[in-house]
Every structure is written in structure tokens, then in C-alpha cells.
């Protein structure tokens, strides 16, 4: 992203953290990101809608690259999943923005972030997969698959969590393994077992 656009969309994002969805206007954005409203227009002809679309994409990138970096480390496939659920869960929780947003316009916001939960979806299965291989699947399960089962249920539960506390790695560590990765992994074995971690 170049200079002149990242300015404009994080100039967006600090526009919609004070006043909103609907509030914000191509000149405040242009006003907070040092530019004029043609430079604003130069870079995304769409106009506003653009503007706000690509503002809630590059947050979602950068929600998601934070994830990824939280999840690096886990032991296994298990670990990963649970770390990823807890960070995901909290950063949803405590993202004023998003919050704000949820609560006073949610039909502004959400045909985006439906778009953007495909993105995401994608690419929570683009890192499971490899994992998957490594920790070994069911007979009869597709790795592609899995991977992408995998990422829709997560989403699910982070979107709606039923009876699971997501703030307790406890629950989180027995939903992961008895309800996500139930069927789909093959029983623990040689690195596998050290993948699960000793607990």
C-alpha cells in the first residue's frame, strides 16, 4: 500500500474511532490524513464506499496478521487452535472501534465484514493445512477440506459462542479437542504426541 493511500485509510479509521460509520465524510477524511478531498478521489474513484470498504479491509489484515503472529510458536495443531481462538476472542472483545461500530450501525458494517470473513476463512485454512499434515488426519479426510471445516467452525464460535467461556483457556482447550478436532485428527503419534504438548 503506498504512502498516500495508507494515510487516507488509517485517516479513515481515526474518523470512524470519533464519529462513526455514517458520520464520517470524504472531508474528514481528507482532513485528518493531510490531503485534499481530488486526492482523496484520485485513489479510490469509488468515493467514500471505497474509502470505508478498503478501511475495514486493511483492519482486518491487520487483525489477522496479529494473529498469525500470536499463534507462531504453539507446540501443535492443538495449541495452535486454542492460542488462536483466545487472541481472537479477546481482540474482538476489546477492539473499540469494531464495538462501537457493532452496536450503532451494524447493518453499515456488516455486508463488509462478510466479505472480509471470507478473506479471513481463507486464511486460517492456508495455515491449518500444513499443521494438518504434520499432526495427521482421520482415514478418509481430505486435508484441504479439514482445514477449511476447521476455519468455519472457529469462526462460528468466535462469532457465537454458545456455552464456552472463550476467555478460559480451560474451555477452550476442551473445545478444541472435543468438539473441532473430534473426527478429524488421527490419534497422537511419535512427534504428534509432542505436537499436543504434555498436559
Not at 464519529?19 to 468515493?47: I, M, N, Q, W
Request: aromatic share 4%.
Amino acid at each position: 500500500m503506498d504512502d498516500t493511500r495508507q494515510r487516507i485509510v488509517e485517516g479513515a479509521y481515526a474518523c470512524v474511532a470519533r464519529r462513526g460509520l455514517a458520520k464520517t465524510t470524504l472531508e474528514d477524511v481528507a482532513r485528518e490524513a493531510g490531503c485534499s478531498r481530488a486526492t482523496v478521489y484520485r485513489v479510490f474513484p469509488g468515493g467514500r464506499e471505497e474509502v470505508l470498504g478498503a478501511t475495514v479491509s486493511w483492519a482486518t489484515s491487520e487483525f489477522f496478521a496479529r494473529l498469525h503472529a500470536h499463534v507462531q510458536g504453539a507446540a501443535g495443531l492443538e495449541e495452535m487452535m486454542e492460542r488462536g481462538i483466545v487472541f481472537a476472542h479477546r481482540a474482538i472483545l476489546e477492539h473499540d472501534v469494531l464495538q462501537r461500530v457493532m452496536q450503532t450501525e451494524p447493518e453499515k458494517l456488516l455486508p463488509t465484514l462478510t466479505v472480509e470473513s471470507n478473506r479471513i476463512r481463507e486464511g486460517i485454512a492456508a495455515v491449518l493445512e500444513p499443521v494438518l499434515a504434520r499432526r495427521g488426519l482421520a482415514p478418509g479426510v481430505d486435508r484441504g477440506e479439514a482445514a477449511d471445516l476447521l476455519a468455519r467452525m472457529v469462526l462460528s464460535y468466535i462469532s457465537a459462542p454458545g456455552r464456552w467461556d472463550l476467555g478460559d483457556p480451560a474451555q477452550v482447550s476442551r473445545l478444541v479437542r472435543s468438539e473441532l478436532l473430534a473426527g478429524v485428527v488421527g490419534p497422537a503419534r511419535g512427534a504428534g504426541a509432542g505436537e499436543h504438548g504434555a498436559r
